[in-house]
């Protein structure tokens, strides 16, 4: 058995990581922003960073955005929720990929089934984050799928589980009443903390398009699990308070969803103060967060979202429901927290609409600096890095373990 010299001497080597996750081109995707970001900097770390996953589409080319770490795409075949890649099998069986670790990201993916086989077959341990994906909430949608996937690979991919990455303390009681009984680390997402000098020009259009209106921004996927519904019908219950602010709703449409908004919107006669701008990525995201006045995330469900952390990142002020399980932000001053009603919501909006612009400014100065703390990208991936290393028997137990 190695002695203390030893392992911290092993905990310190660079490692051979593999990651895998489903789409490696959904920029709209809170796990392609999570799992792009922890690649990157754990290879700026010094680790050897592979990221599979599946293409969109088959002619698209290898993804280019993963900084630091190598990313391979494989094409899908079947429901595209599912990510059943054929060739994924075939690369690694001749590949020869060095890995001390295999690093999994989403469950009902059959791309991060045969990653996990692979690493059976090498007697390598293996870790998954949920991500949101064991909740009840998540569980009863497509619940047909995800009982499909269950009995033909989910099983075995979850028995065979070395340690289970939690992103949030809620996720940890999903993760025991699934009757999942191995190890919990609980480490959220990080974030990009940096500047983005050359958004600025687009915020400042952004700002002249809505003249003197503030800007209370929604930015996500347009799908049930978010709550646009009960947010729209939060917004439109405040009457008279909400003059002078514009709703701006940002993110791609996921199953005709933003059809069935954009009704609401009509029929609660709110059309004059609700604008829906489309997906944005890269500096335009970056510019909607700068022209922003204050950040709403209404769902009914988060794994772990990675909005709320971009908005502060950006110094905003929040709105989240207690679904989103974000209780720091609450406690450091830096969000509102409400239940995930519309009545709730409605009483949210307007104690933040309320505010004066100096306690919603101070407010995203103490998210800011939690996020610089707490959730950057650097501190997540050193976290993990000790995760890492005791999974190999290489460290001492990481002060994230959860308790049984």
């Not at 051979?16 to 690649?39: E, T």
């Not at 993963?66 to 429901?79: D, I, L, N």
């Not at 009863?140 to 939690?166: E, M, P």
Request: some cysteine.
């Amino acid at each position: 058995m190695a002695n203390s010299t030893e392992m911290n001497n092993q905990s310190t080597r660079s490692l051979n990581l593999v990651m895998g996750s489903g789409s490696l081109y959904a920029k709209s995707s809170g796990p392609y922003l999570a799992v792009k970001g922890l690649a990157d900097t754990l290879g700026r770390l010094g680790h050897e960073v592979t990221v599979i996953g599946t293409r969109d589409r088959w002619r698209s080319p290898q993804p280019s955005e993963y900084g630091s770490a190598r990313a391979m795409a494989f094409g899908q075949v079947g429901p595209y929720s599912l990510h059943y890649a054929p060739g994924l099998g075939r690369w690694l069986d001749r590949a020869a990929l060095p890995a001390d670790i295999v690093s999994l990201y989403g469950l009902w993916l059959h791309s991060n089934h045969r990653l996990a086989k692979w690493a059976v077959g090498r007697n390598t341990p293996y870790l998954i984050a949920p991500s949101g994906n064991l909740s009840p909430v998540a569980l009863n949608i497509s619940r047909w799928k995800k009982k499909l996937s269950y009995h033909w690979f989910g099983r075995d991919l979850l028995a065979r589980v070395s340690v289970f990455q939690a992103l949030a303390p809620g996720e940890v009681d999903d993760i025991r009443s699934y009757g999942l009984k191995q190890p919990i680390v609980l480490i959220p997402n990080g974030v990009d903390v940096r500047e983005h000098p050359e958004a600025e020009e687009k915020a400042n259009a952004i700002r002249a398009r809505f003249d003197s209106e503030k800007i209370l921004l929604f930015l996500g996927r347009l799908h049930p699990i978010k709550g646009i519904d009960m947010l729209l019908t939060a917004w439109s219950a405040l009457g008279r308070a909400k003059e002078g602010w514009r709703l701006a709703i940002a993110g791609p449409d996921n199953g005709s969803h933003k059809a069935q908004l954009e009704a609401m919107v009509r029929e609660l006669n709110i059309g004059e103060s609700v604008t829906f701008v489309g997906p944005q990525h890269g500096e335009d995201k970056a510019a909607w967060f700068m022209a922003s006045d204050l950040f709403v995330l209404p769902s009914r469900s988060e794994g772990f979202a990675m909005t709320p952390l971009e908005a502060l990142s950006f110094g905003k002020p929040l709105l989240l429901t207690t679904a989103c399980d974000f209780p720091q932000a609450r406690l450091a001053g830096a969000a509102l927290e409400v239940e995930p009603t519309a009545t709730a919501i409605r009483q949210g909006l307007q104690d933040a609409l309320s505010m004066t612009d100096d306690q919603r400014r101070a407010m995203g100065e103490i998210g800011y600096r939690l996020v610089c703390k707490q959730f950057s990208q650097e501190t997540i991936a050193q976290e993990l890095t000790k995760v890492y290393h005791w999974m190999r028997g290489e460290a001492a137990a990481p002060d994230t373990l959860v308790s049984p």
